[in-house]
């Protein structure tokens, strides 16, 4: 008998069930054939990092996300800029470090967030003006990463002008050096140089101002790479595995992370 328009004709389901599965599986096995998920970040201490104890706690995490999968993991690191145009043009699996933003999500596939960093304004301890809120900011200059997020209201204002260096470590050189009297980052991040790298010049470097957002922390996949939808969900399953049998916890202790 002809299936009724509008219903479901005997085993149709069963069938797309089927082709659901076999997508998946094709999906897998494409990643399947290089046998290695390739990720890109900029060094981003205390979270990864080459010189870092098993490159960091990051590094270590998506290894364990990923052990059971099959696959072996490359993590490769470049200037943060760069790093997203590999990944977005689809020469890399994946980006790490990287937060969500409108702009992205045409670009990338987001799984579960990782943690959670806070975005905020440093100055040299000598500047005149304090820094109370954004609009504190009109005329003057503050150093950034080229290519990171920063927050909504921060990144979409034109109040102010913007220097942009390659990566963390040249940002906070840049108020030490005169070049700006602000910069804004990832706090733990602009901290953790300040305690290692900049130790005897820490004093001249204060927070300022409000936090300008607090972000999640993903490895984004890129739209671009066929393998990006089985990717995810192996992510997604990985990261649920490892929080469960305390693998996290125990990363971010050995780290001395506090997600």
Not at 105 to 122: D, N, Q, S, W
Not at 163 to 172: A, P, R
């Amino acid at each position: 008998m002809e299936a009724r328009r509008g219903t479901v004709a005997p085993g149709s389901t069963v069938r797309r069930s089927a082709l659901i599965l076999l997508v998946i599986a094709v999906s897998t096995s494409a990643v399947a054939e290089g046998r290695t998920i390739r990720i890109v970040a900029e060094p981003w201490q205390p979270f990864m990092g080459p010189e870092l104890p098993g490159g960091g706690f990051l590094s270590e995490l998506v290894e364990a996300v990923f052990a059971d999968s099959g696959f072996a993991v490359s993590i490769a690191y470049a200037p943060w800029a760069r790093a997203v145009a590999m990944v977005a043009s689809g020469a890399e699996h994946g980006l790490l470090g990287a937060f969500r933003s409108a702009e992205r999500e045409k670009l990338f596939l987001y799984p579960e967030a990782i943690g959670m960093v806070r975005t905020r304004l440093y100055a040299r301890a000598d500047a005149a003006r304090s820094v109370a809120s954004l609009s504190d900011l009109e005329g003057r200059v503050v150093g950034v990463v080229r290519g990171a997020a920063h927050g909504r209201e921060f990144d979409a204002s034109t109040s102010f002008v913007r220097i942009e260096v390659e990566n963390h470590e040249s940002l906070v050189r840049m108020p030490l050096l005169g070049r700006c009297e602000l910069i804004a980052g990832p706090a733990e991040v602009i901290e953790y140089l300040l305690r290692t790298r900049f130790r005897k010049e820490a004093a001249d470097i204060v927070a300022t101002g409000p936090i300008l957002e607090e972000n999640a922390v993903y490895l984004a996949f890129s739209r671009a790479a066929p393998e990006a939808e089985a990717l995810r969900r192996l992510f997604d399953k990985g990261l649920a595995r490892i929080v469960a049998d305390g693998t996290f916890a125990k990363l971010a202790e050995r780290h001395g992370v506090s997600w």
